[in-house]
C-alpha cells in the first residue's frame, strides 16, 4: 500500500509545475514555481540548502576536511549573498549539532534580542492598537540584535576543523567576481517595493531603469565582501563592536521609522548553549531545539498523532489531514499561550510532553474538526498568561549536513520576512524579528509569555530536527523555512517518511496541510484540493494558501546517504 501511495504521488507531483506562484499575506516570502527534483545519493557527505552556489561551497568545505559547523558557516555566508531575502550575518540563527563519535547532541541558539530600550508598547499605534503587519514589518522598531555571527563563532570553536578565516573565502569571492542573478531572487525583487527605498540595496539589485537586474545577470557586493574580510581577520568582534556595529546602529536610528539598537546592545548579545528537546514517535527518537524554538510544539503535533487512529489513516487521506489538523491546533494552542524565552516566562516543557498531558489533549480529537483549540493545563504552567499575537512573517532558510565522520548539522536561519526590515548596512540586511514578538502584551492582568521585554528572544516556529532509529543512530536530519507554518512542514515531512514511507525528496515535495489553531490550511493548487469538501463536512474551515515550505531533508540509506530539496525554492541536496 505505501509502494502504490509513493507511485501515485510521484504522478500527482508532476501536476505541481503548474502550481500558481501567487503571493498571499501570510506568505511574503511566496513561491516561485515548483520544480521536480530527483533524490540525491551520496555514499561519504551530503549538503542540503536552498541555493546550488551555497551548496556547493559548503561540500568543498567537506570535501577539504571540514566539519559540519564549518560547512554551515561557508553556507551560510553564501547564502547572505545569493539569498540575501531568506537570511543573513543580519539575522539570527538556531543551529542543532550531532557529534557522532561522542553520541552527543548539542543545540545552539543564536537568536535575536530585543534591545534595552524595547516596551511592551513596541508595536501599538497612538490609540494602542497593534500595527498593521506591513508597518510593524518595515520598522526600525522591528530590528533586534543580529545572533547568527555569535552563535557560528560559538559552534566553531567547539567543532571547527577549518580555520575561521578561510570559511569566509568563497563568499567574498562571489561577492567580488559576481555571482548571477537567480529567477527566484528576481522575482522576488520585482514584486518587493520598499527595498528600492534603501539606496545600497537599490545599487545592488537594481538596475537605471528601476527594474531588478536581469536573471543571469551578474551582481556585485563588494561591501558584502569588506564587511567579510573584517571578521574573517577579527572575529565576530568586527562585527559587534567598532564601524561595523556604528553603522548599523546609525541605520537603524536613521530609518522613517526609526528603531532604538544601541551600541550596547550588540556589544552584550551571548550566544547560547541549550539542551535540545526529544521525544519518541512511532519508535523513533525525534529531537529538536527547546523554547523558544518550535520542537516542544513539533513533539507535540507528533506525541498527540500517535495517540490518535492517525496510523490506521490512508496516507493523504481526508481522515488523515483531519488528525493532523486537530493535533496541530492543540498544539498551536498550547504555543500560543506558554512558549517564549525561558530567561523570561517559565515553560512547562516536560508538563506539556508527558505522555498522559497528550493523551488528554489527543482524547479531545473527535470526527468533527474542534474550529479553535483552547490551550490546555500542563504541569509546570505559569498562571496569568494571555496568548501571543504576533506578526511572524514567513521568510527564513534551512541548512542540513552531515559530513564523513557522521556529524549533523541542522540550521534554521532568518532574517524574517523577505528582505527583513530593509534596511542594508555594509552589504547585508538587517532583520525585522522582533515582529516575532507578541504585537500587543496582552490584556487586564493577563500578559502574553511572548511579550517585549528587553533583552528578550522572540518565540520562533524554526525547528531544526534530527531523527535517530531505533539502534540509536542518526536516521534524518531535516528542517524548513515558513514562518509559523514551519513546525507544520517539519511535522508533515517526518509522518512522510516515518508513517507513509517516503524518500526525503518525496516528503519535501508532498503537499503542505495543517493548522494553526485557525483555519484548516491546504497547498494552493495541490492535488490535495481535492480533499477540501470532505473536510468541510467534518466542520473545518478550509483555507488554500501558497504554503511555501524550504524543506531540506537527508536520511540515511544502506551504502550512504539520501537526499531531498524542497521543489518550491531554489535548493539542492548534493554530496559524495
Not at 38 to 43: G, Q
Not at 171 to 178: C, D, H, S, T, V
Not at 285 to 295: F, K
Amino acid at each position: 500500500a505505501m509502494r502504490k501511495f509513493a507511485r501515485t504521488l510521484v504522478a500527482l507531483l508532476a501536476l505541481g509545475a503548474a502550481w500558481p506562484a501567487a503571493a498571499q499575506p501570510l506568505q511574503p516570502e511566496p513561491a516561485t514555481g515548483f520544480q521536480p527534483r530527483e533524490a540525491a545519493h551520496a555514499r561519504r557527505f551530503m549538503v542540503a540548502a536552498a541555493n546550488p552556489l551555497a551548496v556547493d561551497a559548503g561540500a568543498q568545505a567537506l570535501r577539504t576536511g571540514g566539519s559540519v559547523v564549518d560547512a554551515a558557516i561557508v553556507v551560510q555566508m553564501v547564502l547572505g549573498l545569493v539569498e540575501p531575502q531568506s537570511s543573513g550575518i543580519g539575522g539570527g540563527a538556531l543551529l542543532l549539532h550531532w557529534a557522532r563519535a561522542e553520541k552527543r547532541l548539542r543545540s545552539y541558539d543564536g537568536r535575536e534580542t530585543a534591545p534595552a530600550a524595547a516596551r511592551p508598547d513596541r508595536f501599538l499605534d497612538a490609540s494602542g492598537k497593534p500595527l498593521a503587519p506591513p508597518e510593524a514589518i518595515v520598522n526600525g522598531r522591528a530590528v533586534g540584535v543580529p545572533g547568527v555571527l555569535r552563535m557560528l563563532e560559538a559552534a566553531h570553536r567547539r567543532h571547527g576543523r577549518i580555520a575561521w578565516a578561510k570559511l569566509f573565502d568563497p563568499a567574498i569571492r562571489l561577492a567580488e567576481q559576481g555571482f548571477p542573478m537567480s529567477p527566484r531572487l528576481y522575482q522576488l525583487l520585482e514584486g518587493e517595493r520598499a527595498l528600492r527605498g534603501d539606496s545600497a540595496a537599490r545599487a545592488i539589485y537594481y538596475g537605471s531603469d528601476g527594474q531588478p537586474r536581469p536573471v543571469g545577470a551578474l551582481v556585485f557586493n563588494p561591501e558584502y565582501a569588506a564587511t567579510l574580510r573584517a571578521i574573517a581577520t577579527f572575529g565576530a568582534d568586527a562585527f559587534y563592536t567598532g564601524a561595523i556595529a556604528q553603522d548599523m546602529v546609525r541605520a537603524v536610528a536613521a530609518h522613517r521609522r526609526p528603531g532604538d539598537l544601541a551600541l550596547e546592545d550588540l556589544l552584550r548579545y551571548r550566544a547560547i548553549e541549550r539542551e535540545p528537546v526529544c521525544g519518541e514517535y512511532r519508535g523513533r527518537r525525534i529531537c529538536s531545539m527547546g523554547p523558544p524554538a518550535g520542537g516542544v510544539t513539533l513533539l507535540q503535533i507528533l506525541g498527540i498523532l500517535e495517540r490518535t487512529p492517525f496510523h490506521r489513516a490512508a496516507p493523504g487521506s481526508a481522515e488523515a489531514l483531519h488528525l493532523f489538523s486537530e493535533a496541530a491546533r492543540l498544539a498551536y494552542a498550547d504555543r500560543g499561550r506558554y512558549l517564549a524565552d525561558p530567561a523570561f516566562v517559565r515553560q512547562p516543557v516536560a508538563g506539556l510532553l508527558e505522555s498522559d498531558y497528550l493523551e488528554s489533549r489527543a482524547a479531545l480529537i473527535g470526527e468533527r474538526s474542534m474550529g479553535r483549540a483552547a490551550p490546555g493545563n500542563p504541569r509546570g504552567a505559569p498562571g496569568m498568561l494571555g496568548d501571543s499575537a504576533a506578526a511572524e512573517p514567513a521568510g527564513t532558510s534551512h541548512v542540513s549536513i552531515v559530513d564523513v565522520r557522521g556529524d549533523a548539522v541542522a540550521m534554521t536561519t532568518t532574517i524574517e520576512s523577505a528582505f527583513g526590515s530593509r534596511i542594508m548596512v555594509r552589504g547585508f540586511l538587517l532583520n525585522n524579528e522582533l515582529t516575532d514578538f507578541s504585537l500587543a502584551s496582552g490584556g487586564g492582568t493577563r500578559v502574553a509569555a511572548n511579550r517585549v521585554e528587553p533583552g528578550k528572544r522572540p518565540r520562533s516556529a524554526m525547528s531544526p530536527t534530527f531523527v535517530f532509529g531505533r539502534d540509536g543512530h542518526l536516521q534524518a536530519v531535516l528542517g524548513s523555512p515558513g514562518g509559523p507554518p514551519i513546525i507544520t512542514y517539519v511535522a508533515k515531512a517526518l509522518v512522510a517518511m516515518l508513517d507513509w514511507g517516503l524518500d526525503a525528496q518525496s516528503a519535501a515535495a508532498l503537499p503542505n496541510f495543517g493548522s494553526r489553531n485557525g483555519p484548516t490550511e491546504i497547498e494552493r493548487g495541490s492535488a490535495y484540493e481535492s480533499l477540501a469538501p470532505a473536510l468541510r463536512e467534518r466542520g473545518h474551515e478550509v483555507l488554500l494558501l501558497d504554503l511555501t515550505s524550504g524543506t531540506h531533508v537527508i536520511e540515511r540509506v544502506e551504502g550512504g546517504w539520501r537526499g531531498g530539496a524542497d521543489p518550491r525554492r531554489e535548493g539542492v541536496a548534493r554530496g559524495e
